[in-house]
């Protein structure tokens, strides 16, 4: 139980273009979900928590205009990188607390985003 | 500022040895502690979690958390050359909100 996806796996994109990035929890209903990113050899930064059905609550920092996040289901939340820059690329991960317990999160496999 | 502290290592063991990885912790109202494993290019995935002080075994694995000292550490038994990872320690004292140390790189040689 308690499985992330993430999609897509990796994306290529062109500068100023934007770029979707879906997270669903495919056994268990999430109402908080985590959008992280980690540059190469370095720690997680939480980005954003989403709840299903308000605003994301973006961490210092972090541009709320750039990064869209919806949180339409109990079980998508979605990230929008706008006008993605060479600098945007990253590996971004999702994670969603799991149902049976608030305190435990799951992690989606990631999504690797080049943006050329 | 809530802050979670590893040593980055790496930490290098041979297989079959313990492998011990430590953190620490600033907040004194945390509550849970998680350790996550990640290796490269990949996710972190659960490993375990702990609430209470003293200590929780899993297979190979054991948390140990001592509140007292804001101490949390992992201890992997006969340590395996697949347990080379970065293991991440996290805290939370609302269950909405997750701290993340900047992990601890484990190496083990066969």
């Known amino acids: 139980g308690a499985v992330v996806s993430q999609h897509p796996s990796w994306v290529i994109c062109k500068s100023g273009t934007s770029v979707k990035i879906e997270c669903r929890s495919l056994d268990f209903q999430a109402t908080t979900m985590f959008w992280y990113r980690q540059f190469p050899k370095q720690s997680l930064m939480l980005m954003a928590t989403?709840?299903?059905?308000?605003?994301?609550?973006?961490e210092q920092g972090v541009e709320k205009d750039k990064f869209l996040i919806n949180h339409a289901s109990l079980t998508l939340s979605t990230l929008t990188v706008t006008s993605a820059h060479p600098e945007d690329s990253s590996f971004y991960i999702c994670?969603?607390?799991?149902?049976?317990?608030?305190?435990?999160?799951?992690f989606g496999p990631g999504t690797r985003l080049t943006v050329t | 500022q809530k802050e979670v502290e590893q040593n980055s290592g790496p930490l290098s063991v041979p297989e079959g040895a313990i492998a011990s990885l430590n953190c620490t912790y600033s907040?004194?109202?945390?509550?849970?502690f998680f350790w996550y494993r990640q290796y490269s290019g990949k996710s972190p995935e659960l490993i375990m979690f702990i609430y209470s002080n003293g200590d929780k075994e899993d297979g190979r694995f054991t948390a140990q958390l001592n509140k007292a000292s804001q101490y949390v550490s992992l201890l992997i038994r006969d340590s395996q050359p697949s347990d080379s990872a970065t293991y991440l320690c996290a805290e939370s004292n609302t269950g909405n909100q997750f701290y993340f140390g900047t992990g601890t790189s484990l190496t083990v040689i066969p």
């Open positions: 994670s969603a607390l799991s149902g049976t317990s608030s305190y435990e999160q799951y």
């Open positions: 907040d004194r109202g945390s509550q849970s």
């Open positions: 989403s709840n299903e059905g308000s605003k994301a609550t973006y």
